[in-house]
């Protein structure tokens, strides 16, 4: 669905995290008017969301205080591309096997939260992926989370040491790491072709 201009509306859930590193990359897409989304009239007017980086139990709560969990769940009815980076794969995973608060539930993925240990444990390394780009990524992870196992449908992307850290089912898609802290645009792109 595009709007008037032919502009993609893609928006990034502006509730809490790195809403500003991942509007300012989406700015330098050609063809993307960039919104952030705070209300639900809003999320429902968009052609892809990116759920952003932050605490999953804050974003989560405010998801349901506001709202805004239905607004999502109606875009994914409509197989609105949705991705979710880090706390962003935690509220889209319908299993998490050390919470047992769930948020969105939409992804068939079983996630760990901060799977790495904590903030001090965080790290950037490099990963070859290759549905995304033919050269290696930048990934940067923070707390991050992993997921342990996926069900029928989901394509896994990419592992770090034998755990999943990206995997895409149909117009959703889940990274452990930050591409919006990083120069690399492939996963936007990526995302967008969805
Ligand atoms: N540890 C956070 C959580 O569990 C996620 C961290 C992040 O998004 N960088 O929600």
């Given amino acids: 669905m595009q709007q008037g201009d032919g502009n993609l509306r893609v928006g990034v859930l502006g509730v809490q995290g790195s809403v ?22 809003t999320i429902l007017t968009l052609d892809a969301l990116i759920i952003p980086g932050g605490e999953s ?4 709560k405010i998801l349901v205080d506001f709202g805004l969990k239905d607004a999502i769940l109606k875009l994914n009815e409509r197989k609105v591309p949705i991705w979710g980076t880090c706390a962003g794969m935690i509220l889209m995973a319908k299993h998490i096997v050390n919470d047992e608060r769930i948020h969105l539930g939409i992804m068939d993925i079983t996630v760990r939260r901060n799977a790495y240990g904590s903030q001090i444990d ?11 780009s033919e050269n ?8 991050a989370p992993y997921i342990e196992s996926v ?11 034998g755990k999943i ?4 089912q149909d117009n959703l898609l889940a990274t452990s790491f ?4 990083t120069d690399d645009l492939s996963f936007y792109r990526y995302f967008l072709r969805l």
């Avoid at 965080?122 to 995304?132: D, G």
């Avoid at 850290?165 to 895409?168: H, K, P, S, W």
């Avoid at 930050?178 to 802290?181: A, G, I, V």
């Fill in 57 to 60: 139990t804050a974003i989560g």
């Fill in 165 to 168: 850290v990206a995997a895409q």
């Fill in 20 to 41: 500003k590193e991942h509007m300012d990359k989406l700015k330098l897409i050609k063809g993307i008017e960039a919104v952030e989304a705070k209300d639900r009239d």
């Fill in 136 to 143: 290696e990524i930048e990934a940067v992870f923070i707390r």
């Fill in 178 to 181: 930050h591409p919006e802290l």
């Fill in 122 to 132: 965080s790290f950037k390394t490099r990963l070859m992926i290759p549905a995304v």
């Fill in 151 to 161: 069900g029928d449908g989901v394509r896994i992307l990419a592992k770090y040491e």
